[in-house]
């Protein structure tokens, strides 16, 4: 899988969980955070491919995605994170 495919279905499993993906620009890493009780991640839009990718699968790891269909790859890519 592409490495831009493997980003849309991990913004669509954060969407499924519920979670808003805000995509932005700065000296920021990207991360997870609870604003007026809206779960958001933030992900900088500078940062490669490779390192969004990273920052929303350290996230997801951290999310019970047990309720929800994910792609049996992506979610030995989410569990193998789990384990780290």
Not at 34 to 45: C, G, M, R, S, V
Not at 59 to 65: K, M, P
Request: charged share 30%; glycine share 4%.
């Amino acid at each position: 899988m592409k490495q831009k495919d493997l980003l849309k279905e991990l913004i669509d499993i954060s969407n499924d969980l519920g979670i808003k993906i805000i995509h932005s620009k700065g000296n920021f890493k990207g991360g997870y955070c609870i604003l007026k009780k809206e779960k958001i991640i933030a992900i900088n839009k500078n940062l490669p491919v490779e390192q969004r990718l990273t920052a929303l699968i350290n996230i997801l790891s951290t999310w019970d995605t047990s309720n929800i269909y994910i792609k049996p790859a992506i979610r030995e890519l989410i569990k193998s994170e789990t384990l780290k």
